[in-house]
């Protein structure tokens, strides 16, 4: 993937800019939403609050499998 295509906002290079980005996301939390939308839906097949509970388990599979 291309970085520039599936990041929205702009692109710290160097700490200054990366507490600049920090404060105007914290200001402005609804900024690039759009964006930030599109690129979740295409990466993240699941969106709700069970990620800790799925790795559990395959990490638990995957013990199982091999005892």
């Known amino acids: 993937f291309d970085y520039d295509e599936v990041t929205p906002g702009p692109k710290a290079t160097n700490w200054d800019e990366v507490m600049e980005s920090l404060k105007f996301f914290?200001?402005?939390?609804?900024?690039?939403?759009?964006?930030?939308?599109?690129?979740?839906?295409?990466?993240?097949?699941?969106?709700?609050?069970?990620?800790?509970?799925?790795?559990y388990?395959?990490?638990?599979?995957?013990?199982?499998d091999k005892n």
């Open 57 to 64: 388990k395959a990490i638990l599979g995957a013990t199982n």
């Open 26 to 55: 914290n200001e402005s939390p609804q900024a690039y939403l759009k964006e930030r939308k599109i690129i979740k839906n295409r990466f993240h097949t699941y969106q709700d609050a069970n990620s800790a509970e799925r790795v």
